[in-house]
């Protein structure tokens, strides 16, 4: 079959890898994918959230699925865009419709969903320009330090941990006043801090059955030792060695299982990816948020511990038999060392020419911000490429990795040197 990937960043390569592995994959095309997208597949210069000229491209070129990759154009609604043309409903979207990527669209509704379905969550309330005053009221009842996000899609940086009242009544007022995150801050969640150990739990659904991919930790800070401002993500390891077989059965139980039952009980079609960020509060599970996709750069990390063919699953999701699918994950270690721009995440270089990729020796190199300038390869954004190497133990994998992303080199290249180091001690 023909498959249509939409997206460019470094969780897209490390699918276009992944399904260019397929025989059941004849040709596939990543719109607009990056320049190390196009050894897998054709890239397309389309935006992800040109719907119509979406649609033009999967008729001409006999598209029989497409995998969304991205959150906006799955909360802008392309998968119902396709179900209500006549000429499109027949090819299977792997993304939720509009409603059930509110998980991810809207914190408050999200929130909402959790409370209604018992998934547990930190203690929380929503608030709005009208009743600026109650937030400020609420505000001065939480403990410290307290948790602000916008309600909408803000890039990754609408959360803030504040840790003074002083400093958290100043950030909703600006927030709510000023639009700090632009229309995404137009309400606010004030959310309890919790405490504990970060997890990335990975969820393929067809909307009844689902398979839970392997988990991941990811590092955000662009310091070493988890300082500085907060990234898209700096690295990621999978497997994660807290998340053992009693800690997951809590995650199944209490978070999956109630999130999967709950979308059905409230007839939220769904058939896609659900992204839960966890945090392990002393062995409990607690909620941080849901996603509609997966995650960047865990998916770097994830790809490459599945065995089974991908697009056999992707097919499962579509065609409502995913149970029936094999998922085969591998005992082996993925680690992930992001190189960034420097000066990221403000104001970073662009344009400069990378070299030394084809140095790296046992780690596959996944492209993010990058494009090609004739026979050069240019580092276009803030996270430039994800480098992966799968081993046999984590010190190994990261070893390797850390290595790996030593070889190659451009003006201003960065990267961590302690991922995962916290997990080996």
């Not at 994959?25 to 119509?52: H, M, R, S, W």
């Not at 801090?193 to 909307?207: A, H, K, P």
């Not at 990267?415 to 080996?424: E, M, N, P, S, Y």
Request: proline share 4%; glycine share 10%.
């Amino acid at each position: 079959m023909n498959i249509l990937l939409l997206g460019s960043g470094g969780r897209e390569s490390a699918f276009a890898w992944k399904i260019s592995q397929s025989p059941k994959c004849d040709k596939l095309f990543i719109a607009p994918g990056n320049a190390g997208t196009g050894q897998y597949g054709t890239n397309i210069n389309l935006k992800v959230t040109d719907f119509e000229g979406i649609k033009a491209f999967a008729l001409a070129n006999d598209i029989k699925m497409v995998l969304v990759g991205p959150e906006e154009p799955l909360v802008k609604g392309i998968h119902d865009f396709f179900l209500a043309d006549e000429q499109l409903k027949s090819i299977p979207v792997i993304g939720p419709q509009q409603e059930g990527a509110q998980l991810e669209g809207s914190k408050d509704y999200s929130k909402a969903f959790m409370q209604r379905h018992n998934v547990p969550t930190a203690a929380s309330r929503t608030f709005t320009r009208d009743n600026l005053q109650e937030g400020f009221d609420y505000l001065a009842t939480t403990g410290l330090p307290v948790v602000l996000k916008a309600d909408g899609l803000a890039a990754g940086k609408g959360v803030l941990i504040c840790l003074t009242l002083e400093e958290a009544r100043q950030e909703l007022l600006e927030m709510l006043t000023e639009a700090k995150f632009g229309d995404a801050s137009s309400k606010v969640v004030i959310e309890q801090f919790l405490q504990g150990i970060e997890l990335s739990v990975f969820v393929m659904t067809d909307g009844t059955n689902y398979k839970i991919l392997p988990e991941a930790k990811d590092y955000k800070r662009i310091g070493e030792g988890d300082t500085g401002l907060n990234t898209g993500g700096m690295g990621s390891v999978s497997p994660v060695h807290f998340a053992d077989a009693e800690f997951m059965q809590k995650v199944e139980q209490r978070v999956i299982i109630p999130t999967v039952e709950g979308l059905k009980k409230e007839g939220i079609p769904y058939k896609g990816f659900i992204f839960i960020g966890l945090m392990n509060t002393y062995g409990e599970p607690w909620v941080i948020e849901y996603n509609c996709r997966m995650g960047d750069p865990e998916t770097e990390s994830v790809m490459p511990r599945i065995e089974s063919d991908f697009v056999d699953l992707l097919m499962g999701v579509a065609e409502g038999n995913l149970n029936e699918k094999e998922l085969i994950i591998s005992n082996k270690t993925a680690a992930t060392v992001v190189c960034v721009a420097g000066g990221y995440p403000g104001e970073y270089l662009k344009n400069k020419t990378i070299i030394g990729i084809e140095n790296v020796r046992d780690s596959h190199v996944f492209h993010a911000g990058t494009a090609l300038d004739g026979d050069n390869i240019q580092a276009t954004g803030g996270r430039v490429l994800a480098v992966t190497s799968l081993q046999d133990n984590m010190f190994d994998a990261l070893q390797q990795a850390t290595a790996d992303a030593a070889r190659i080199y451009y003006d201003g290249a960065y990267f961590r040197k302690d991922i995962g180091f916290d997990l080996l001690n």
